[in-house]
C-alpha cells in the first residue's frame, strides 16, 4: 500500500507528533506499506515534490515542534481556478496518479479540509487530520495543537501579571483567532484574565471601560484583558471583514485591540498596553497533553487507512475516538456557544465578555 502524507496551512505543535503515531501504525500494521512525504502541504503535491519516507525518519520526533515536511498555506478559493489549463486540483490529482498512491493523508485545518473534499469528490482516496490551534473544526471536541497553544498563550498572560501589577497598568493580551474565540477562552480563563472578549460575543467599549473603572475604584491596580484577534465592537458585528477594515482605518486602527486600547486610556484614565504573543502561540515543543492525543489520532488515522475508510477524518467526541466524512464537516465552523460552561463559569466569577448591561 503506497500512502502519501502532508501537512498544510499554519503550522502548530504536535504536527510531527501525529506523523509519528501515524506511521508507527502503518508499518506494524499495514503489509508491505510504503510511506511518501510530500513536501510543503499542497503546494508540494501540486509539484509533484516528495520522497519515500524510512521507518527512522519517525522517530525522535515525538516532542519537537513544527513539521519535518513541511506546510505551506493553499487558498481554497484558488483551487479551482485554471492558470495555464490546469487547475491546482487537476495538478493533484495528477500527481496522486503518477505516485501511484493508494491513499492520501492530509493534516491540517478548516482550508486544508476544504480542499480534501474537492480531492475527494476527484475521486482520490483521502483521509484527514484536525490540526489547528483555533479548536475550530467541525465534529471534533479536540483538535491537536490547540492544548499546546492554550499553555503559552496562558503563560503570556501569567508573565504580564507581574508587570502590570507593578505599573499598575491595564494590559491587553490579544490572542489568535480571527473567526473563533476557543483559544481566547481557555488561556483568558486559565490566565486569570478580568476580561476576556470573543469573536462570538461583540463587545461594548463602554461597559469594557466601566468594568476596568470599577476594579480601579475597588483598589485593583490594574486589569488584565484577554481578547481575541478576531474580537469585534457591537457597532461592527454586522460588517463584512473588508467593511471593518475600512472602518478601522478611518481612525488609523489596525486591530479592534489597539482602538480598544487607546479608548481605555481615553475613558477610563487608565494606562493601556498591548502585548501580542502571535507565532509563538504556534511555535515550540507540543505539550504532554498534546503529544497523547496526537499519538491516539494518528494511530486511528492509520487505522483508517488500513481499514479503506477512506474519506474521512478523525475525529475525538467525548472520551471516543471516532471519524467523520469530510463532506459532512468541510466547510462549517464550530463556533463557541454562548452557553458555554466556560463562558458561565467566567461569569460566575466577575469575568466580564464586554457584553454585559
Known sequence: MKIGILTSGGDCPALNAVIRGFAKYVYQNVKDAEIYGIADGYGGLIAGEYKKMRPEDFSGILNVGGTILGTSRQPFKKMTVEENNSTKI????????????????????????????????????????????????????????????VDVATECIDRVHTTAASHGRTMLVEIMGNKVGWLTLYAGLAGGADIILLPEIPFDTDVVCKKVRERAEAGKAFSIIAIAEGAVQTSEAGLK????????????????????????????GVETRVVVPGHLQRGGNP???????????????????????????????????????????????????????????????????????
Not at 493534516?107 to 483521502?126: I, R
Not at 471583514?241 to 477610563?268: C, F, H, M, S
Not at 492525543?293 to 474521512?312: D, I, P, W
Request: with cysteine; glycine share 12%.
Open 241 to 268: 471583514k473588508k467593511e471593518r477594515a475600512a472602518l478601522r482605518a478611518q481612525t488609523g486602527d489596525v486591530t479592534a485591540t489597539n482602538r480598544l486600547a487607546r479608548d481605555i486610556n481615553a475613558r477610563a
Open 287 to 357: 505539550s504532554a497533553l498534546d503529544r497523547a492525543l496526537s499519538t491516539e489520532v494518528g494511530a486511528y488515522a492509520g487505522y483508517l487507512c488500513k481499514e479503506g475508510l477512506f474519506g474521512t477524518t478523525v475525529a475525538i467526541r467525548g472520551e471516543k475516538i471516532t471519524h467523520n466524512k469530510i463532506a459532512d464537516i468541510a466547510g462549517k465552523t464550530k463556533w463557541v456557544p454562548l452557553d458555554h460552561p466556560m463562558i458561565e463559569a467566567g461569569r460566575r466569577i466577575g469575568v466580564s465578555f464586554g457584553d454585559e448591561n
Open 90 to 149: 487537476e495538478k493533484m490529482k495528477k500527481n496522486y496518479k503518477k505516485m501511484g498512491l493508494d491513499c492520501l493523508v492530509c493534516l491540517g485545518g478548516a482550508g486544508t479540509h476544504k480542499s480534501a473534499g474537492l480531492l475527494c469528490a476527484e475521486g482520490l482516496n483521502v483521509i484527514g487530520l484536525p490540526k489547528t490551534i483555533d479548536n475550530d473544526i467541525f465534529g471534533t471536541d479536540v483538535t491537536f495543537g490547540f492544548y499546546s497553544a
